[in-house]
C-alpha cells in the first residue's frame, strides 16, 4: 500500500520531481517543465473531485487531453503536457501505486517537428575562413568556430569547456551536457590545430586581463570565460564578414551543420546520438529528414531531368 503522502497528488507529483532531479538527473529546467505541465493535470483533476492517484483513470487522461485542447494549447504543447503526465503514471506504477497504466489506451497528439535550419558546407567553410587569425580575439574565435562545427557541441557546452577537459594528445573533449552528463567527443585535426594555436598564443594574451584565473578554455577579452551573449554577438559579426545573413546563423545553426553534414557522410546514426549527447535516438532521427530534403533539392538543381522547370522540355 502507498503511504497517505504519496496518494495524495502534491505528494505523488513532488516524490517524482525530486526522483527525475536525484535519480535521473534531468536538468532544472525540465524539472521545472514537468512540474508545471503535472500541476495543471492535477487541478484539472481536482475540479473533478479526484484527489488521489490510485483513482486515476484512462478517462481523465482523455478528458485532460480534451481540456489542453479546449484551453487552446498548441499540439507542441499539449504532446509536452501529455508526455509528463504518462512518465508520472509510469513512475507511480513502478512504485506499486497504480495498477494499470490509465494512459496506455489515450492517443496523444502528434505534431510536425519544424527542421532545424543548416548552413550548406561551403557557407560553414566560408564562416571559418572570415575570422581574423592576427589577434588574441580572432584565435579565440576561429578555435571556437572550429570546435562548434568539428564536436557538435551545445553553446552552453561550449562555454564551458575547461582547460583539463581538452586531451590534446587524443584529440578529445570532456564535455558536461544536459542533466551534467559527461561524454567524451573527438574533434578533428583541423580544430585541433585551432584550438592549440589559440591555447598557445591567444588565451595566455586574454588571461593577462583576468582579476581572478578562471579554468574556462574560451576567454572574453577581459579574461573571463565567454558568455552566450558574447560569443552570439562575434558569430553575426563573423557571418557578415562572410557574406552570409547574419540571422541565418547561430550556433546551434553550427550543431545541426555538424549533424546534417556528417550523416551524409556515412556516419551511423547512433554514432552521431552519441556525440550529440541525445537521450532519445528520436531526436537525432530528425537529421535524416534534412539530410533528404537536402538531397532533394540539389537533385532538383543539379540533374538534368531532377528540376520542374526541366521536366517539360525535350
Known amino acids: 500500500m502507498p503511504d497517505p503522502e504519496s496518494s495524495s497528488l502534491a ?24 512540474g508545471r505541465d503535472l500541476g495543471r493535470f492535477a487541478r484539472f483533476l481536482a475540479r473533478i473531485g479526484v484527489r488521489r492517484v490510485e483513482d486515476i483513470r484512462a478517462e481523465h ?25 504518462r512518465r508520472w503514471l509510469r513512475h507511480l506504477g513502478a512504485l506499486g501505486a497504480l495498477d494499470a497504466d490509465p494512459s496506455d489506451a489515450v492517443v496523444h497528439p502528434r505534431f510536425d517537428r519544424p527542421l ?3 548552413l550548406r558546407p561551403d557557407e560553414t567553410l566560408a564562416l571559418i575562413d572570415a575570422v581574423d587569425r592576427s589577434t588574441p580575439l580572432g584565435l579565440r574565435d576561429c578555435a571556437m568556430l572550429e570546435v562548434l562545427y568539428s ?28 542533466g551534467s552528463k559527461e561524454r567524451v567527443v573527438p574533434i578533428g585535426e583541423p580544430a585541433q590545430a585551432a584550438l592549440d594555436d589559440y591555447l598557445a598564443l591567444g588565451r595566455p594574451v586574454l588571461a593577462k586581463a583576468a582579476r ?11 579574461g573571463s570565460a565567454m558568455s552566450r551573449q558574447n560569443f552570439f554577438i562575434r558569430l553575426r559579426g563573423i557571418a557578415r564578414a562572410a557574406g552570409i ?19 551524409e557522410g556515412g556516419a551511423d546514426l547512433r554514432a552521431l546520438q552519441s556525440m550529440l549527447g541525445h ?36
Open 245 to 263: 545573413p547574419s540571422d541565418k546563423v547561430s550556433p546551434h545553426v553550427l550543431r545541426h551543420a555538424f549533424a546534417t553534414d556528417l550523416l
Open 116 to 118: 532545424p535550419r543548416v
Open 212 to 222: 581572478t584565473d578562471s579554468d574556462a578554455v574560451f576567454l572574453s577579452r577581459r
Open 61 to 85: 487522461m482523455a478528458g485532460f487531453a480534451v481540456k489542453l485542447e479546449s484551453d487552446g494549447l498548441g499540439a507542441r504543447s499539449r504532446a509536452r503536457a501529455m508526455v509528463a503526465t
Open 279 to 314: 537521450a532519445d535516438l528520436s531526436t537525432t532521427q530528425i537529421y535524416t529528414h534534412v539530410s533528404q530534403k537536402r538531397l532533394r533539392s540539389t537533385i532538383d538543381s543539379k540533374h538534368p531531368r531532377g528540376g520542374k522547370s526541366r521536366r517539360g522540355s525535350r
Open 11 to 34: 505528494g505523488a507529483i513532488g516524490g517524482f520531481l525530486d526522483h527525475a532531479s536525484v535519480e535521473r538527473g534531468l536538468s532544472p529546467r525540465t524539472i521545472e517543465a514537468y
Open 151 to 178: 564536436a557538435g557541441l551545445r553553446v552552453s557546452e561550449l562555454i564551458s569547456l575547461s582547460l583539463g577537459g581538452y586531451d590534446g594528445r587524443s584529440g578529445v573533449l570532456r564535455v558536461f551536457g544536459k
